[in-house]
């Protein structure tokens, strides 16, 4: 066996070992988890997942264990509600043990240091900013002010819709739908439609929409392995 390899396997177990012993230690043995399927070592149900058909897998697999079910994505457990009730439950009655959110390197440098109300964590400081947005932005004279602009936008939504339609061609709803956002957000923002020019701008909007979406899926190495998060720092 080359000395290559054999490193290659030796890591590999180490870094299973290292996994299965914080799995049995006693914090993690105190928590009940849901029922659910089970994963593999080290990768969990990760390798388990078809991400074109993902809402299908998660429907057979609440079939088979239940509208609350526990998975794992690497190391990371992940709970899993296909019940109106249970999120009831979960989001309403109990909403402030769900209400905060995880820091991500990528939202880290897309938004300052995770400080947009989208991806800021529930401390007093997103309670502050929730509070100018609710009434600065969100006033019922602020949201019927921007009526018009939301109307016209369907509006060509639904024309562009009914032209391809007329022409027997396909109508993507993914693109359909970002073009509409976009519009809006471009128009309520900087107060013109961000295509109206020409369509090199459209199209470097919508990259740059791709881009971040792309970036926030990712799986990060310190996601998986902790100590290998300085290789996420050097690519970002």
Same mark, same amino acid.
């Given at each position: #066996?080359?000395?290559?390899?054999?490193?290659?396997?030796?890591?590999?177990?180490?870094?299973?070992?290292?996994?299965?012993?914080?799995?049995?230690?006693?914090? =993690?043995? *105190?928590?009940?988890?849901?029922?659910?399927?089970?994963?593999?070592?080290?990768? !969990?149900?990760?390798?388990?997942?078809?991400?074109?058909?993902?809402?299908?897998?998660? =429907?057979?697999?609440?079939? *088979?264990?239940?509208?609350?079910? @526990?998975?794992? $994505?690497?190391?990371?457990?992940?709970?899993?509600? @296909? @019940?109106?009730?249970? =999120?009831?439950?979960?989001?309403?009655?109990?909403?402030?043990?769900?209400?905060?959110?995880? @820091?991500?390197?990528?939202?880290?440098?897309?938004?300052?240091?995770?400080?947009?109300?989208?991806? /800021?964590?529930?401390?007093?400081? %997103?309670?502050?900013?929730?509070?100018?947005?609710?009434?600065?932005?969100?006033?019922? *004279?602020?949201?019927?002010?921007?009526?018009?602009?939301?109307?016209?936008?369907?509006?060509? #939504?639904?024309?562009?819709?009914?032209?391809?339609?007329?022409?027997?061609?396909?109508?993507?709803?993914?693109?359909?739908?970002?073009?509409?956002?976009?519009? #809006?957000?471009?128009?309520?923002?900087? !107060?013109?439609?961000?295509?109206?020019?020409? !369509? /090199?701008?459209?199209?470097?909007?919508?990259? $740059? $929409?791709?881009?971040?979406?792309?970036?926030?899926?990712?799986?990060?190495? %310190?996601?998986?392995?902790?100590?290998?998060?300085?290789?996420?720092?050097?690519? %970002?």
């Amino acid at each position: #066996m080359s000395m290559p390899l054999l490193l290659a396997l030796s890591l590999i177990i180490l870094v299973f070992l290292l996994a299965r012993r914080r799995g049995n230690s006693p914090a =993690a043995r *105190k928590l009940r988890h849901p029922p659910g399927p089970p994963g593999l070592p080290f990768f !969990g149900n990760l390798l388990q997942y078809d991400p074109s058909n993902l809402h299908v897998r998660l =429907a057979k697999l609440s079939d *088979k264990y239940g509208p609350l079910m @526990s998975m794992t $994505l690497v190391r990371k457990p992940v709970i899993v509600i @296909s @019940s109106a009730r249970v =999120a009831e439950e979960a989001l309403k009655h109990n909403d402030l043990a769900f209400s905060s959110r995880p @820091s991500f390197i990528c939202t880290r440098k897309l938004s300052y240091n995770n400080r947009d109300i989208a991806d /800021s964590p529930y401390t007093e400081y %997103w309670r502050e900013m929730r509070k100018i947005v609710v009434l600065r932005l969100f006033t019922l *004279k602020q949201v019927n002010s921007f009526r018009p602009v939301r109307k016209d936008e369907v509006a060509r #939504m639904v024309k562009e819709i009914s032209r391809r339609a007329n022409a027997h061609q396909p109508v993507n709803i993914n693109e359909t739908t970002l073009s509409l956002s976009s519009s #809006m957000i471009s128009r309520f923002a900087l !107060g013109k439609r961000y295509d109206e020019e020409d !369509g /090199s701008e459209k199209m470097r909007f919508d990259r $740059l $929409l791709k881009q971040m979406q792309e970036l926030t899926l990712q799986i990060f190495h %310190w996601r998986i392995i902790p100590w290998l998060g300085w290789i996420d720092k050097l690519l %970002w």
